[in-house]
């Protein structure tokens, strides 16, 4: 990928460290403080990639919740949000459908650059131009209580035995 991820700076609130470690070979040190933002509502959250997940383009919705500015964000991984809570066949599963050019939806938990976390409701879609895929587009909504609540049961069965 060519960027490199510096460790996450510890959050002024208590917070577990946890290293990730990510499907491209990097690692880093996040930190999780347990405390969830709520979604805004009325807004979507908007982001591209290129063919890598690089991060090309964020929206100011995104920037908001996340806590990154836009230069923080532009260049760098989209994995830069992965929340150690959220299982890697997730994320393969993702990857595989858009790759094979077909729309994804999902349950996400991202992380905050201060530790804390929010969760979505995700399409992500191929940018095709000319026949030809050119990128990737995640479209992310409001979801429901009910929904969350059945992700974090679904994912913690399924992170049980993975590498973080």
């Keep these: 990928m060519g960027s490199t991820l510096s ?6 609130v208590p917070a577990e460290a946890i290293t990730m470690h990510y499907h491209d070979g990097t690692s880093r040190v996040v930190y999780d403080s347990d405390i969830e933002r709520p979604y805004p509502d009325g807004k979507l959250i908007v982001s591209r990639t290129d063919l890598d ?7 100011d919705a995104f920037v908001e919740i996340s806590g990154y ?15 150690p809570d959220m299982p890697k066949a997730a994320y393969s599963d993702l990857w595989q459908t858009v790759e094979s050019g077909n729309k994804w939806h999902g349950y996400v938990k991202n992380l905050c650059k201060d530790g804390s976390h929010y969760w979505v409701y995700a399409t992500v879609v191929p940018n095709v131009r000319r026949g030809e895929t050119v990128g990737y587009t995640s479209v992310r909504r409001k979801p429901s209580r009910s929904k969350i609540e059945a992700a974090i049961a679904q994912y913690a069965d399924m992170t049980q035995y993975e590498d973080k």
């Design 53 to 59: 997940g690089t991060i090309t383009h964020v929206n």
């Design 69 to 83: 500015t836009e230069d923080e964000l532009i260049g760098k991984p989209h994995y830069i949000l992965r929340h």
């Design 7 to 12: 460790d996450a700076t510890k959050p002024d």
